[in-house]
């Protein structure tokens, strides 16, 4: 099926500097989703986003829903080690119940 | 709440043998249970809706006679791989929607997936 198209692939950061990735797609979304997954573990949820332009904050976490409903951001503020896992970003449309498309993900390393 | 239990975590089998995957939502209930697959370093790829009562709703490019799915109750659907080939290793996940959940966005609560190796 389609993926969106998430990058960078991989990060190597320093701890304390700020992050960011995004995610593109040819068709539009009505709902952004950006997940972390850690290792040999199910994505956690870490940000929704329901509108297009919308901005929303989780602690050192924003991501923004983009105006044409075809992209989305995450950045990560001041990174600490244990934000080191993948990202994923996954887009959902309205007429697709449930149905979640993937970005390839972002792997994010923080060295300490 | 909204917890998503896996059993096993861990399965290893010969090939030609088939395995069965289990997903629980412990808290809730769950009319919508999604399987996906996620191989090393790759995203993960929707397998099957699973729907409680029904049958499931496979992706294009998944055998539905392979990879069976059965959604008995509102907190079990399970995943059996059958005839199992090292080509079928991978890490399977699935995810469970709060069943009655209104909202415009239905959220997935994922399982902590299940690691298969086929010798």
């Known amino acids: 099926g389609q993926q969106l198209n998430q990058s960078p692939q991989s990060m190597f950061i320093q701890e304390g500097e700020d992050v960011s990735m995004n995610c593109t797609s040819s068709?539009?979304?009505?709902?952004w989703l950006w997940y972390k997954q850690d290792p040999g573990e199910g994505p956690v949820l870490l940000i929704a986003?329901?509108?297009?332009?919308e901005l929303t904050s989780n602690g050192r976490l924003t991501a923004q829903f983009g105006i044409t409903r075809k992209d989305s951001f995450l950045n990560i503020s001041a990174s600490i080690p244990s934000d080191v896992g993948i990202y994923f970003c996954a887009g959902l449309r309205g007429t697709s119940y449930g149905k979640l498309t993937f970005g390839q993900g972002t792997i994010l390393t923080v060295h300490p | 709440g909204a917890v998503v239990s896996q059993h096993p975590s861990r399965v290893i089998c010969k090939s030609g043998t088939s395995v069965k995957i289990e997903c629980r939502s412990l808290d809730f209930q769950a009319t919508t249970m999604f399987w996906y697959r996620q191989f090393p370093k790759q995203s993960l790829m929707l397998m099957a809706t699973s729907n409680e009562g029904s049958k499931a709703t496979y992706e294009q490019g998944v055998e539905k006679d392979k990879f069976l799915i059965n959604h008995a109750s509102l907190t079990l659907s399970t995943l059996t791989v059958t005839s199992a080939h090292p080509e079928d290793s991978s890490f399977y996940i699935c995810?469970?929607?709060?069943?009655?959940?209104?909202?415009?966005?239905?959220?997935?609560?994922f399982g902590p997936g299940t690691r298969l190796t086929v010798l």
């Open positions: 986003l329901y509108k297009a332009g």
């Open positions: 068709s539009i979304f009505n709902t």
């Open positions: 995810s469970a929607i709060l069943a009655g959940d209104k909202s415009s966005y239905n959220e997935q609560f």
